[in-house]
Each structure stands twice: as C-alpha cells, then as structure tokens.
C-alpha cells in the first residue's frame, strides 16, 4: 500500500515538475521572441532608430538575462477620475496622453506603483485602440539602463489585475538617436527598485 501511494506521489510530482518545465520553456520562447523582432526592425534599415554610424556597427541590443520573477500580476485600478494632459517629452513637442489607471505589485519585496497612460491619437488607429503605456525609471538608470528610462507597452485588461512583463521593457529612441522625441517618464512613476530586465543600455 505504501509502495503504491509512493508511486502515486512521484507521478504527480513528475507530472507537476514538467509542467512547470513546460510553462518556463514556453515563457522563454515568447520573450525571445520578443527580442528577435526587436532586432529585426533595428536591423532593418527603413524602421531602424539608429544613426548611420550606429546602424554600421549593429549587431544585437543587450538584454538582461530572461527572468520570470519580472512578470508580474498587478492589481489593477481605473482612474476615478481620468485626465487628459500634455506629456513632456525631450523635445517641445507635447503629445497627448490620458491617465488611465495604476498598477501596484510587489517586486524584490517592496510593494510598487506605476501609473498607466493611454495615447489619445494612437488609439484612434483600429489596432492600437487597446493600447496602455507606461513610461518608468528605476535605480538601474544611467548604469545598466539608459538615464531617461524605459518604457512598457501592454493593453486595456479585462478585470482588476493587469500582466506586466519588465522583461519587454525597451528603451526610447532616444536611447540611440537624438534626433527623436521621446515622452519622460513622470516623477509618479519612479520605481525604487532595480529592474534587472528588458533592454539595457546602448554603448554607441
């Protein structure tokens, strides 16, 4: 009997274990996925943001190692009261943005808050109609990540959690051609956490 319930145990725990193998391997596969297509347009020379020089010499942005710990599963709240605002940008130019929601979670066990904007001539476009924004900064900026941060795209969820996944986290074009113009993240959205994912920074 005891063999049995043995037996019985090890299955289920194999069973368990190649699940989880399962889901790690297909998670991994998504976020490489990822980055190929960002690569892809880097490499490509009508999408590219890089600079002629910069383009010459592009082999691969630098990545922080895929980690499933910065995919997160934030409690999700609507503004109560949505605003349409101006947001800065390293230009003059003023794009509008409306305040959406915010997302708190807990990362390296500190409990979090991102703000989530919405582009209001973006989603008048048909496949960008979904579309959520978060432009952030964290205590890796201007060592292993660019001085202006990074940003996150992801879309309207359907409850009150929302996914963000930090190994999608890109920089702004700015990161690698000054001639763009690009929306600072606000002061709201100042993580005091190190966000070892996504893109680093660029060495020109």
Do not use: W
Not at 56 to 63: G, I, Q, V
Request: with cysteine.
């Amino acid at each position: 009997m005891q063999k049995i319930i043995f037996i019985s145990f090890l299955a289920i725990l194999m069973t368990s274990c190649h699940q989880k193998r399962k889901f790690y391997d297909d998670y991994t596969a998504s976020i490489k996925d990822f980055q190929y297509k960002l690569n892809t347009e880097f490499s490509d020379k009508k999408e590219s943001p890089l600079t002629e020089e910069g383009f010459k010499k592009f082999t691969s942005l630098d990545f922080f190692p895929i980690d499933s710990i910065y995919k997160v599963t934030a409690k999700f709240e609507l503004e109560s009261n949505q605003k349409i605002f101006k947001m800065p940008t390293t230009t003059e130019r003023l794009p509008i943005y409306k305040t959406y929601g915010k997302a708190t979670f807990t990362i390296n066990g500190k409990k979090q808050v991102l703000h989530i904007y919405q582009n209001q001539d973006l989603i008048k476009e048909d496949k960008y109609k979904n579309h959520l924004f978060i432009p952030f900064t964290d205590t890796t900026n201007g060592n292993e990540t660019y001085e202006g941060g990074r940003f996150i795209d992801l879309e309207i969820p359907k409850g009150n959690t929302i996914i963000i996944d930090f190994n999608t986290a890109y920089n702004p074009y700015c990161a690698y051609n000054h001639k763009y113009s690009c929306p600072i993240p606000p002061k709201e959205n100042k993580l005091d956490v190190a966000i070892k994912a996504g893109v680093k920074s660029y060495k020109k």
